[in-house]
């Protein structure tokens, strides 16, 4: 599943990357530097280059440009088919140029390394692989064949035969290295990219969420008041209309309807906790809130609350924000996941700070791809087991991304390690035991001051869109 996601990505990401107005643009920026080059050559050293040939080279990349704008809009995208083709073309000019100008031995030869590196960052790996091939063919075809460059008494620029083979491998090398480099820099800067965004949708959903759970609060909260006078006097009534038993039982209609009402805001109420009063919580209940959702999967949680040792403080009081809740919901739904049977949450607290551990009894992290956990999608060896324990995942770590990055954002240090009393270790030492997750605020991070919590809130202020 991971080369199906990674080839998704290559074909809705890599495609219509670049602009033809980009190329256009440092194509211009190419003749003006190609011709000003020559001018130099000629005019003030003396070099006895071939012009017209030459000078119809550049003035080809000049045609191409003003074909381009005349045949198509200025943001136009390309096609991958399409780039390959103008990149191609600009790796034929500049050998062609360079064929007429002392091949290898002039000094601007390195230039045919920019449409490879180009191509490496907008183009797919097929495309990238050859239009390398391409350049290393010209490469060493205009190091073995070219027109060389004569100064006026007739002597030949030449390189000794040693550095022509050195640089000639240093360009081939070159072209592979920067392909490579400016590829995989490229591919972790939009991988990150998409990540985030999938962070900020999390996020977004989750901020959603806890607004609503503000209305419905604010109007059981607004609410309560008026149906207990509805259903005070509608009991009243009902008392004095015992000779009345068509009107005694709209009464009675009345107040069952008043219930209903309570009943319903109640069971809403649950989503409900944004309140101005509840927009602080102990640290228990901010975590069993987050685990909730995942309490009856069929896998044992059991919560262990308690201070370090030799902390005297009382639970703390932390804010409810989407960021942590989203973040541990997260990490409690991974830990339920691969468990065998049984997940430990454990919350611990001092005047250091606050710390969250989520633990299983699963098979834990792969350690080859331990000290990587948290960056988004990485792909992971036991992949057809990981299916098998969860249908539809496909091991790519954007869920563990997104905790990571939401904690982080409230202040959080995240550790992930395997414990050794499920497993044993590896041949590297490593333990191979259920999968330990530690979440540490340090010091008064999410800590709020007792006595400004609990002060009076006033009323609850209407939610604005």
Same mark, same amino acid.
């Given at each position: 599943?991971?080369?199906?996601?990674?080839?998704?990505?290559?074909?809705?990401?890599?495609?219509?990357?670049?602009?033809?107005?980009?190329?256009?643009?440092?194509?211009?920026?190419?003749?003006?530097?190609?011709?000003?080059?020559?001018?130099?050559?000629?005019?003030?050293?003396?070099?006895?280059?071939?012009?017209?040939?030459?000078?119809?080279?550049?003035?080809?990349?000049?045609?191409?440009?003003?074909?381009?704008?005349?045949?198509?809009?200025?943001?136009?995208? =390309?096609?991958?088919?399409?780039?390959?083709?103008?990149?191609?073309?600009?790796?034929?000019?500049?050998?062609?140029?360079?064929?007429?100008?002392?091949?290898?031995?002039?000094?601007?030869?390195?230039?045919?390394?920019?449409?490879?590196?180009?191509?490496?960052?907008?183009?797919?790996?097929?495309?990238?692989?050859?239009?390398?091939?391409?350049?290393?063919?010209?490469? +060493?075809?205009?190091?073995?064949?070219?027109?060389?460059?004569?100064?006026?008494?007739?002597?030949?620029?030449?390189?000794?035969?040693?550095?022509?083979?050195?640089?000639?491998?240093?360009?081939?090398?070159?072209?592979?290295?920067?392909?490579?480099?400016?590829?995989?820099?490229?591919?972790?800067?939009?991988?990150?990219?998409?990540? =985030?965004?999938?962070?900020?949708?999390?996020?977004?959903?989750?901020?959603? =969420?806890?607004?609503?759970?503000?209305?419905?609060?604010?109007?059981?909260?607004?609410?309560?008041?008026?149906?207990?006078?509805?259903?005070?006097?509608?009991?009243?009534?009902?008392?004095?209309?015992?000779?009345?038993?068509?009107?005694?039982?709209?009464?009675?209609?009345?107040?069952?309807?008043?219930?209903?009402?309570?009943?319903?805001?109640?069971?809403?109420?649950?989503?409900?906790?944004?309140?101005?009063?509840?927009?602080?919580?102990?640290?228990?209940?901010?975590?069993?809130?987050?685990?909730?959702?995942?309490?009856?999967?069929?896998?044992?949680?059991?919560?262990?609350?308690?201070?370090?040792?030799?902390?005297?403080?009382?639970?703390?009081?932390?804010?409810?924000?989407?960021?942590?809740?989203?973040?541990?919901?997260?990490?409690?739904?991974?830990?339920?996941?691969?468990?065998?049977?049984?997940? +430990?949450?454990?919350?611990?607290?001092?005047?250091?700070?606050?710390?969250?551990?989520?633990?299983?009894?699963?098979?834990?992290?792969?350690?080859?791809?331990?000290?990587?956990?948290?960056?988004?999608?990485?792909?992971?060896?036991?992949?057809?087991?990981?299916?098998?324990?969860?249908?539809?995942?496909?091991?790519?770590?954007?869920?563990?991304?997104?905790?990571?990055?939401?904690?982080?954002?409230?202040?959080?240090?995240?550790?992930?390690?395997?414990?050794?009393?499920?497993?044993?270790?590896?041949?590297?030492?490593?333990?191979?035991?259920?999968?330990?997750?530690?979440?540490?605020?340090?010091?008064?991070?999410?800590?709020?001051?007792?006595?400004?919590?609990?002060?009076?809130?006033?009323?609850?202020?209407?939610?604005?869109?």
């Amino acid at each position: 599943m991971p080369t199906s996601n990674a080839q998704l990505f290559e074909a809705q990401n890599r495609s219509n990357w670049v602009r033809l107005r980009t190329l256009v643009t440092l194509r211009w920026f190419a003749v003006i530097g190609q011709t000003t080059a020559i001018f130099v050559a000629v005019r003030f050293y003396d070099l006895q280059i071939d012009v017209p040939p030459v000078a119809l080279v550049i003035v080809t990349s000049v045609f191409a440009n003003l074909l381009s704008v005349s045949l198509y809009p200025e943001n136009r995208r =390309l096609k991958e088919n399409e780039a390959i083709v103008w990149l191609a073309f600009d790796l034929l000019q500049l050998s062609a140029l360079l064929y007429l100008t002392g091949g290898l031995n002039n000094p601007f030869a390195m230039m045919v390394l920019a449409p490879v590196t180009i191509a490496a960052t907008v183009l797919p790996l097929r495309g990238t692989v050859l239009l390398g091939l391409v350049a290393m063919g010209l490469i +060493t075809v205009i190091s073995r064949t070219h027109i060389p460059l004569v100064l006026a008494d007739g002597t030949e620029l030449a390189l000794p035969l040693l550095f022509q083979f050195g640089f000639w491998l240093a360009l081939l090398i070159g072209s592979a290295f920067l392909a490579l480099y400016a590829r995989q820099v490229t591919n972790e800067m939009h991988v990150m990219s998409e990540a =985030l965004l999938a962070t900020q949708l999390a996020l977004s959903r989750e901020q959603k =969420l806890t607004d609503l759970g503000g209305v419905v609060a604010a109007a059981a909260h607004e609410l309560g008041t008026p149906l207990a006078t509805i259903k005070l006097v509608s009991s009243e009534l009902k008392e004095e209309l015992e000779n009345s038993p068509e009107l005694r039982e709209d009464a009675e209609l009345i107040r069952q309807q008043a219930d209903r009402c309570r009943d319903i805001l109640h069971s809403m109420g649950r989503a409900g906790k944004d309140d101005l009063h509840l927009r602080h919580a102990p640290l228990e209940a901010v975590v069993r809130e987050a685990a909730e959702p995942h309490l009856s999967r069929g896998k044992t949680v059991t919560f262990h609350i308690e201070p370090e040792e030799g902390s005297s403080q009382s639970q703390p009081i932390i804010p409810r924000q989407p960021e942590i809740i989203h973040g541990l919901r997260n990490l409690v739904q991974n830990a339920v996941d691969f468990a065998n049977a049984h997940v +430990t949450v454990d919350l611990t607290w001092s005047e250091d700070g606050i710390g969250v551990r989520i633990s299983d009894d699963g098979q834990g992290f792969p350690p080859s791809v331990l000290g990587r956990i948290g960056d988004p999608y990485v792909r992971r060896r036991r992949v057809m087991e990981d299916g098998a324990r969860r249908p539809g995942y496909e091991g790519m770590g954007l869920g563990l991304f997104i905790a990571k990055t939401l904690l982080e954002r409230s202040g959080a240090t995240l550790t992930f390690s395997n414990s050794r009393l499920h497993g044993q270790a590896n041949w590297k030492g490593q333990a191979t035991g259920g999968a330990i997750v530690d979440i540490v605020w340090p010091g008064n991070t999410l800590q709020q001051d007792e006595a400004r919590v609990s002060r009076p809130l006033g009323k609850n202020r209407p939610i604005k869109a």
